[in-house]
């Protein structure tokens, strides 16, 4: 499968390590263009690169790791009828307020689904650091195997991220459509922890709508 990243960064690095050790073609881009990423090219054997909208239309399957704050430029024209991936998470220090997460009306992946009405968004990556991404994958069946939670709207295109996500190292646990994934969003109890399939459905469980949690809960 061809595989397009949007943000070459922490997220869209390790992903694009794991999609190719899995035997997907992958092109990676940023926002200044593929003349600055010679040495993640470099770096990462086998990896293409390209403009954002190359790497858009590049990809059967499209994931955007980018700062939220520029969800907006995610080119929504090459990416009609696509399966969408949204790492992304809502750090206010850096990505500026956006009111309506503020009061919790919307989550983050609803925001880039509403951008791009063409797409089939699946909210998935965004709960786990990227350096985990690499050190956690695991063969199918490995008694440690991590979960990560998944939500989107169209089951196919949940399901097709669920079956990425096994090939590339993880199980995976179906949190339910868009409106639902602020239960692994920044500061729930599923965010960023290593779980399994059965702790990190409880995680999900435990989460509300509008209490965060904060770095004390992990050591609890
Ligand atoms: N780091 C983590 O552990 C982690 C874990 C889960 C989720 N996330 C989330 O995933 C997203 C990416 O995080 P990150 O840590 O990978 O970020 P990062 O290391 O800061 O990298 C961001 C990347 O996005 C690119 N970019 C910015 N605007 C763009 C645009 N309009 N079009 C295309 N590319 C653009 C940047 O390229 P330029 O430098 O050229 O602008 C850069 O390559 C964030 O929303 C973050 O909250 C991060």
Redesign the pocket.
């Known amino acids: 499968m061809r595989i397009g990243i949007?943000?070459?960064?922490?997220?869209?690095?390790?992903v694009a390590q794991l999609a190719l050790a899995a035997g997907h073609e992958v092109m990676?881009?940023?926002?200044?263009?593929p003349h600055?990423l010679f040495s993640v090219s470099s770096g990462i054997r086998g990896v293409k690169v390209g403009t954002?909208e190359d790497?858009a239309k590049f990809g059967e399957l499209v994931l955007?790791?980018?700062?939220?704050a520029?969800?907006r430029?995610?080119p929504a024209q090459w990416l009609e009828g696509k399966t969408v991936m949204d790492?992304?998470?809502?750090?206010p220090d850096?990505?500026g307020h956006i009111p309506e997460l503020d009061r919790f009306e919307t989550t983050?992946s609803r925001l880039l689904a509403e951008h791009l009405p063409g797409a089939n968004v699946v909210k998935v990556?965004?709960?786990?650091?990227?350096?985990?991404l690499t050190k956690d994958a695991r063969a199918q069946g490995s008694p440690d195997r991590r979960a990560l939670p998944v939500a989107a709207d169209d089951h196919a295109a949940k399901a097709q991220v669920i079956r990425l996500l096994d090939e590339i190292g993880f199980d995976a646990v179906d949190a339910g459509g868009l409106d639902e994934s602020w239960r692994f969003e920044?500061a729930k109890p599923a965010y960023?922890i290593p779980l399994d399939k059965a702790g990190l459905k409880a995680a999900l469980a435990q989460a509300e709508r509008q209490v965060e949690v904060f770095e004390e809960w992990r050591h609890n």
């Open positions: 949007l943000g070459a960064g922490f997220i869209g690095r390790a990676l881009s940023n926002s200044r263009g600055t954002a790497a955007v790791a980018i700062p939220l520029h969800y430029s995610v790492a992304n998470n809502y750090y850096r990505d983050t990556f965004n709960a786990i650091l990227a350096p985990d920044r960023c």
